[in-house]
Each structure stands twice: as structure tokens, then as C-alpha cells.
């Protein structure tokens, strides 16, 4: 998927197993830049050996953006099943999330929703929420929700921008940090994304 805007081009591309390197690094840039955005830290993940990332690539679609031969933002997306948990991204535990196939939720999650600060307001996100969400209809899945928390007001009004809507359901980014908290959006995903 190709998109571009008047100032920046960039190019949405599925990571692929030989990828890990520059995923790693991306996933902790976005966790560097926005710490408060995350259920998982930097510090949590800095340590994560080679596997790790392998394993986060064959688990779940990770898309990037690349602006020429830089990455300049990331996405990734799976498959909610019933009574599994809010938080399938990799909290710094090692666990990866869940695998794919929407079964009978029909949702899929978007994480890791991270653009470059430099890249932002040129489309990228909007090219990423695509591209998950894209997956996300190829696997059957009828919506996309995400979870963002309460200070990420720019995060906030895109996902409104693009058709998200609240659940009203909040909970707490981390569960050691009780002032910090996030709130479920949902999108219909027989809405045109791209």
C-alpha cells in the first residue's frame, strides 16, 4: 500500500520475520517518545532478545511506515477472542498476544498504534489504521477496537476523525500506576478506511 501527502510519501509494508531488527527499534522509539501511550515501558522491552521480535512478527500482522529508507510509524492488529484480555500486546512479560482468526468475536485490537513525531499529520496513521484494519475484514472480523489513554488528546480526536467511537469502557494503562487510565474505542469496520 502506497500513499503520500504534499509533504511527506510513505509506503505501508506488512514486517516480515527478517524485520525484527527494525521493528525493535521503532517499538522502542514509540515507547521513548510516548511512555505514557503504552501498556508496556521501555524498560520493559529494551532487554527482549532476537526471539522476542521474531515471535511478535509470526504472532500478529505488524505493519510499518517507511518514508524513503526510514520507518516513520507502526501498527499492529489481532484477533479479540471472547474473555480474553484487554491487553494482548507484550506488557514486558514475553507474552506475544494472541494468534490469528476472529472466531466467533468478529473483533480484531489495534496496538502499538505509534507514528514518528516528525511524520505526523501526513496520513500515515490513517494509512496504518488501514492496513490493520484491512487485515482485520480479510479475517472476517465486523469491528476494531483500540484502547488510548486519557492524555493522548491528538490520539483521541484522529481515531474520532477516522470513525472510532467510545464503548465507555476504562480501565488502567498499567495496573501499578492508578492515575492512569484509558478508555476502549470501537470502529465499524464496514466503513471505507483507506
Known amino acids: 500500500m502506497a500513499a503520500g501527502g504534499a509533504e511527506v510519501r510513505y509506503e505501508i509494508r506488512r514486517a516480515g520475520p527478517d524485520d525484527w531488527a527494525v521493528l525493535r527499534r521503532v517499538r522502542l522509539a514509540a515507547l521513548a517518545e510516548a511512555p505514557y501511550a503504552f501498556g508496556s515501558t521501555l ?23 517507511w518514508s524513503g529508507d526510514e ?3 507502526l501498527a499492529a492488529g489481532f484477533a479479540e477472542h471472547p474473555g480474553g484480555s484487554a491487553h494482548s500486546d507484550s506488557d514486558g512479560d514475553g507474552s506475544i498476544g494472541t494468534e490469528l482468526g476472529a472466531g466467533a468475536s468478529g473483533s ?5 498504534m505509534w507514528v514518528r513525531p516528525q511524520a505526523r499529520g501526513n496520513g500515515i496513521a490513517d494509512g496504518l489504521v488501514a492496513a490493520v484494519g484491512a487485515c482485520a475484514r480479510d479475517d472476517g472480523a465486523s469491528r476494531l477496537t483500540l484502547w488510548v489513554t486519557d492524555v493522548n488528546g491528538r490520539a483521541l480526536a484522529f481515531y474520532h ?16 500506576e492508578a492515575d492512569h487510565w ?6 465499524d469496520l464496514s466503513q471505507n478506511l483507506s
Open 43 to 65: 524498560a520493559g522491552e529494551t532487554s527482549m532478545p532476537e526471539q522476542h521480535w521474531r515471535d511478535r512478527i509470526a504472532a500478529w500482522p505488524q505493519f510499518m511506515a
Open 71 to 73: 520507518p516513520a510509524g
Open 108 to 112: 480484531w485490537h489495534l496496538v502499538s
Open 161 to 176: 476523525r477516522m470513525g472510532f467511537r467510545s464503548t465507555g469502557r476504562r480501565q488502567l494503562v498499567r495496573p501499578d
Open 182 to 187: 484509558e478508555e476502549e474505542q470501537v470502529l
